[in-house]
């Protein structure tokens, strides 16, 4: 089994959260849905369906139901 210090295993973490945030879509193929209020409604309707989880997962999961309602 490998130890890794609290320190380091900290810094990987907010390693891979700051990696997966910027990978969160911004932009939707559609026109007329790409503005603010639409991305928010979206951005709560996959929240909602992807509560948080302690492993990270929900991340990849919302990320996912966004490219689904067109967001890249």
């Known amino acids: 089994m490998i130890y890794l210090p609290p320190q380091l295993l900290g810094s990987i973490c907010i390693s891979a959260l700051l990696l997966a ?8 193929v559609d026109p007329a849905k790409n503005n603010i209020a639409t991305f928010q409604r979206d951005a709560i309707d996959c929240a909602q369906a992807y509560p948080e989880a302690g492993t990270g997962a929900h991340v990849k999961q919302r990320i996912a139901c966004m490219n689904l309602k ?3």
Request: with cysteine; charged share 20%; proline share 9%.
């Open 70 to 72: 067109g967001w890249h």
């Open 21 to 28: 945030c910027t990978n969160y879509p911004e932009k939707n």
